[in-house]
């Protein structure tokens, strides 16, 4: 009678213990799907600016216009 007791409390907390591990795995992947839109919205936004910041190049000096194709070529090329 102790016997089974004790099997079915230690079945017990195996289960748990294999539950909170499972919730942490997730907890993971559900961390990088979040990250994942997170910068997906990011470029979205930075592609915006980038739309709106070349209406003013031509107001910019020679060295700002140089940067900021450099830069936008960067984001192009990673993006």
Same mark, same amino acid.
């Given at each position: 009678?102790?016997? +089974?007791? *004790?099997? &079915?409390?230690?079945?017990?907390? &195996? %289960?748990?213990? /294999?539950?909170?591990? +499972?919730? *942490? /795995?997730?907890? +993971?992947?559900?961390?990088?799907?979040?990250?994942?839109?997170?910068?997906?919205? &990011?470029?979205? *936004? &930075? /592609? %915006? *600016?980038?739309?709106?910041?070349?209406?003013?190049?031509?107001?910019?000096?020679? +060295?700002?216009?140089?940067?900021?194709?450099?830069?936008?070529?960067?984001?192009?090329?990673?993006?």
């Amino acid at each position: 009678m102790y016997s +089974a007791l *004790i099997t &079915a409390i230690g079945n017990m907390l &195996a %289960k748990f213990f /294999e539950f909170k591990k +499972a919730g *942490i /795995e997730n907890q +993971a992947q559900t961390e990088v799907i979040e990250d994942k839109k997170d910068y997906k919205k &990011a470029v979205e *936004i &930075a /592609e %915006k *600016i980038i739309d709106i910041a070349q209406n003013y190049k031509s107001d910019m000096t020679f +060295a700002h216009r140089l940067k900021f194709v450099h830069l936008v070529n960067n984001f192009k090329k990673y993006n």
